[in-house]
DNA sequence: GTCTATACATCGATAGAC
DNA sequence: GTCTATCGATGTATAGAC
């Protein structure tokens, strides 16, 4: 039940927005009244607790079934690709993962755990293909998610930002692979 | 009078998040009874729009007023720095201005005429550098973009991405300037 | 310009019967 | 487990007096 009543929550948010999801509209969704909701759930924050959840496994999901290029080159490029993808897929289902926008919504502790997981993930397949430490990864970090936020804020139908991953790769290889160089202030 | 209406819908958005703001709230901060904001605006999402202008020419005169090297890296750093600083300082204006969150809003055209005065402002200042055509500006964006993403939602009062900001520039520099390369796929 | 009064919808949540 | 009934708050917005 928990299930139809997470996938109707999906659904409104699709519709209404993810702050557009209302108790009345998801009862009324699966043929409930409201009250019935807090037998499964003791908030609405709740709710958004286990969307939060379940989206985060969906993702780790993904990267778990990923098959990763042994080439680092190739595997940061699919590593971008899937992540651009799946913000993509589901612009509130990114909104609630990686964007505070719901007044009064932090993830519980539980639900956290699962986003470190997700993170922790991605950066040891990226420490895995040998690509430099902390500060190269917060690097990669932010390359990916300028990508999505680019592509979904401003082209969410096309592909003006996801067809330069391959560009943003070779620089970014070009640069944590080059010999350090001397600058002026350093 | 406007401006006092604005200036306290900025201050209740930054403590009760840009959904929380309500016209009660709004009316009670300055003395007024909730009609009387009608009389000053159309609706709510009138307000958020006047935001949305006042927002955008915030970050238009930071622009203007900047003083640009005319190395090209030197611009290049003053630029991505003003932009993430901008993004950091206002996390509500963030939001308003950039993510699409409050569900039903979308700037009016006069506002949206606004929002691309500060783009064609960034572009042509941008080209201006001789850093290259749209979509080396694309990448540029998104290379901003990100950093300011990660850092706000990961990092609010640090500078864990903020200080990445020199090397991100040196790597995009690098790579604007390199001589194309043959990859295999191409 | 600002008010009182109020309409009217919607919301999250609880009590308690079944 | 699900319901009816309902609370109390909140929300935007309008009519009309002053």
Do not use: C, N
């Given at each position: 039940m928990?299930?139809?009543?997470?996938?109707?929550?999906?659904?409104i948010a699709?519709?209404?927005g993810l702050a557009g999801l209302?108790?009345?509209d998801l009862a009324a969704k699966i043929g409930m009244r409201p009250?019935?909701?807090?037998?499964?759930?003791?908030?609405?924050l709740a709710i958004y607790d286990a969307m939060f959840v379940q989206g985060n496994k969906q993702l780790l999901a993904?990267?778990?079934?990923?098959?990763?290029?042994?080439d680092p080159r190739e595997a940061l490029r699919v590593g971008a690709r899937l992540f651009v993808d799946f913000s993509?897929?589901?612009?509130?289902?990114?909104?609630l993962l990686f964007l505070r926008t719901i007044p009064n919504f932090e993830p519980s502790a539980d639900a956290y755990a699962v986003a470190?997981?997700?993170?922790?993930?991605?950066?040891?397949?990226?420490?895995?293909?040998?690509?430099?430490?902390?500060?190269?990864?917060?690097?990669?970090?932010?390359l990916v998610s300028g990508l999505s936020a680019q592509q979904i804020a401003n082209d969410p139908a096309g592909d003006r930002w996801l067809r330069l991953i391959d560009e943003v790769?070779?620089?970014?290889?070009?640069?944590?692979?080059?010999?350090?160089?001397?600058?002026?202030?350093?």
């Open positions: 928990i299930v139809e009543i997470l996938d109707a929550a999906w659904e699709r519709t209404d209302s108790l009345r009250p019935s909701l807090y037998w499964y759930f003791d908030s609405k993904r990267i778990t079934e990923q098959e990763w290029p042994a993509m897929e589901d612009v509130q289902r990114y909104q470190m997981q997700v993170y922790e993930q991605m950066r040891d397949r990226f420490a895995a293909a040998g690509l430099g430490g902390p500060t190269a990864f917060d690097i990669w970090t932010a790769v070779d620089m970014y290889i070009d640069h944590v692979t080059a010999p350090p160089k001397r600058r002026k202030d350093s």
